[in-house]
């Protein structure tokens, strides 16, 4: 069984500048969720994505957006990179829909975004 | 004030100690409550997961889930220096996707 996996585990941007995160489901699972854990915080909750649409959104501009495809796989861009945006993007699945599911999310590394 | 608040510690026990971890919320629609456990730079991960009410226990970990107090704990038994690490409590309602994390609180276990 193969875990979430995320690339690129770090990198560096400028301010104004756009990213491209990409996960790797966990085998089965057909969830995604992107959180943006900031230093000595917890995860946020960005979006969610089930069957390759967007399936809840939290408190963040619409330069956040994102992609699932058929394989369930999921891509987070953003637009415009302020320096507050960095921090760590994790992303989460989960089998079944989450929304009604239990909330058992499995995690990747993340990837580690630094605005300069 | 935040939906779900989580002593920020950091706590530091000794090898063998039972540690207590705890978080408050404010959402009464909340009906799973679930315990992450982050080493650094390192994803969170899922270690116990509780619906509504009620205790949970596995190996040397324990949930417990107050609804009307709007509490609920971890609890470590003969905690090890592999235990060492963040550990973050999260919610859900029934009906939503995003789960609500609190900020951690930072374990220290000294051999």
């Known amino acids: 069984e193969t875990g979430v996996t995320q690339s690129p585990t770090h990198l560096i941007k400028t301010r104004g500048q756009q990213v491209t995160l990409r996960c790797s489901s966990q085998?089965?699972?057909?969830?995604v969720s992107w959180y943006q854990q900031a230093l000595g915080q917890g995860p946020q909750f960005i979006f969610q994505y089930y069957r390759e649409e967007e399936n809840g959104r939290g408190n963040f501009p619409p330069r956040f957006s994102g992609l699932q495809f058929p394989n369930y796989s999921s891509e987070l861009n953003v637009n415009a990179l302020e320096l507050d945006d960095s921090a760590l993007y994790l992303c989460a699945s989960s089998g079944g829909l989450a929304g009604v599911g239990t909330g058992e999310l499995f995690f990747g590394e993340g990837s580690r975004l630094t605005v300069l | 004030q935040k939906e779900v608040e989580q002593d920020p510690g950091p706590l530091s026990v000794p090898e063998g100690a039972i540690v207590s971890l705890n978080c408050t919320y404010s959402n009464s629609a909340f009906q799973y409550f679930m315990w992450y456990r982050q080493y650094s730079r390192k994803g969170p991960e899922l270690l116990m997961y509780?619906?509504?009410?009620g205790n949970k226990e596995d190996g040397r970990f324990t949930a417990q889930v107050d609804k009307s107090s709007k509490y609920i704990s971890l609890f470590i038994r003969d905690s090890q220096p592999s235990d060492s690490a963040t550990y973050l409590c999260?919610?859900?309602?029934?009906?939503?996707?995003?789960?609500?994390f609190g900020d951690g609180t930072t374990l220290t276990v000294k051999p």
């Open positions: 509780t619906y509504s009410s």
């Open positions: 999260a919610m859900k309602d029934t009906n939503a996707g995003k789960s609500t």
């Open positions: 085998s089965g699972h057909n969830t």
